[in-house]
């Protein structure tokens, strides 16, 4: 009943994402997979709009002034950057019985599963994952602690008691905006502002290449129209999920955000040491393994052989001395820790949690497979070469890069 509600209220604030019959285009489906998202519920084709919403009814900045002009003029007063205009601005409406954002507010979660969001006991679990994503979590967690405890709180909620409710703008409440606007708040571009759009925030993220959706939708907000206007990038039929892209986002970037993870993400990477800058810590995706591999055996044999010609058995040993340098830099992990770990307490309210970390530690056997498929080429290559001299040279890389 209350998205019923709220869908009339989008209507009435200027949504439109009808067919022309009058009839919707998409509605509000739980997915066994993804859970709630979007349904589409007719022929929809690839570049179609799905649907439009002016600008004034998503919550932001641009309607702020409009909408709760109180708290809009303590944010101007105290020149309050736009995240944080965003976070007092959903902690206000949230008790405010008169909100114009009743309906909307009124169908958002009550509990995000951001890992950020995470008790500290459950973030200890991913200490050993290869991707840094313990200490994003944990820096993170320090810095929004510190956002409200030492500058929200004592500067602008205590010094404004006739329009913020301290006891009501707590830090619960300040917990349940952060988790809102971490998980569902767009940037706009390029004011560099953050919004909340209704519906829009509705679906759920994909990338181009899974399953048979081969683009996500393209969301464009126009500031001269004043509309927020997505565009289907792919053709629907009638039951399918219709996806929108967060941004080539990394399994530590989904979890931390968002709160949960994609199989066999293509963005997934881990930090390693490269031989010549053994100081400096960079980040590598999946697909680039093969490449990073070849750049640091590369790196070993220029300057110990010039490039001459080298024998197989003095290859193999380096290869073997590499793999197992990048499986003590990039896949550390605690010995009593198995990859299938379930650690979480079991309890309903942590499940998703419990599948969120044991699906972030399987990913290290994505990093595995990549680094034992190419010493299984290599091992082809030198078979090939029946254990004859090789040079290392172009003709490697493109054997094993492609």
């Known amino acids: 009943q209350k998205f019923q509600v709220f869908y009339e209220w989008a209507q009435q604030e200027g949504f439109v994402g009808e067919t022309q019959d009058g009839s919707p285009k998409f509605s509000w489906y739980h997915f066994p997979d993804t859970g709630p998202g979007m349904i589409s519920l007719c022929h929809i084709q690839k570049g179609e ?34 995240f944080n205009r965003l976070i007092l ?27 950020i969001l995470w008790p500290l006991s459950n973030v200890e679990h991913l200490k050993f994952s290869p991707s840094n994503i313990y200490e994003t979590i944990i820096t993170k967690k320090k810095y929004f602690k510190e956002n409200y405890e030492d500058y929200l709180l004592p500067q602008i909620i205590k ?7 301290e006891k009501m703008l707590n830090y619960e409440t300040y917990l349940w905006a952060l988790g809102n606007v971490l998980s569902r708040a767009f940037l706009l571009e390029p004011q560099k ?9 509705s679906f759920n993220h994909t990338y181009p290449d899974e ?5 996500p939708p393209v969301c464009k907000f126009d500031m001269n129209s004043g509309e927020a206007r997505v565009y289907a990038s792919h053709l629907y039929e009638p039951g399918q999920q219709i996806f929108v892209c967060y941004g080539e986002k990394s399994n530590c970037q989904l979890l931390t955000d968002h709160g949960f993870v994609v199989q066999d ?61 990048w499986l003590n830099s990039i896949l550390l992990i605690h010995s009593t820790l198995p990859l299938d770990y379930e650690p979480l307490e079991d309890s309903s309210d942590e499940k998703i949690s419990r599948e ?13 497979m990549e680094e034992n498929k190419f010493l299984h080429r290599f091992q082809q290559l030198l078979e090939s070469k029946s254990l004859a001299s090789i040079r290392f040279d172009f003709e490697w890389k493109q054997y094993f890069i492609g």
């Open 49 to 82: 709009l799905l649907f439009h919403l002016p600008l004034k009814a998503a919550m932001s900045a641009y309607s702020c002034p409009i909408h709760s002009p109180d708290v809009n003029s303590v944010l101007e007063k105290e020149k309050v950057e736009d």
């Open 89 to 115: 601005l959903l902690m206000y409406e949230r008790h405010n019985p008169n909100s114009f954002w009743r309906p909307y507010l009124d169908v958002l979660p009550d509990y995000y599963h951001n890992t």
């Open 356 to 368: 969120e970390v044991s699906q972030q530690l399987k990913t290290l056997r994505v990093f595995q």
């Open 265 to 325: 993400n293509p963005y997934d990477y881990v930090y390693y040491r490269h031989p010549s800058t053994p100081q400096t810590m960079f980040k590598i995706t999946k697909k680039e393994i093969p490449k990073k591999l070849f750049e640091h055996l590369e790196v070993q044999l220029k300057y110990q052989n010039n490039f001459q010609p080298v024998s197989a058995e003095f290859i193999l040993t380096h290869i073997e001395m590499t793999l197992s340098e």
């Open 193 to 201: 502002n953050y919004m909340l759009v209704p519906i829009l925030d």
């Open 159 to 165: 010094n404004y008691p006739t329009i913020f409710n």
């Open 211 to 215: 399953m048979q959706i081969k683009t």
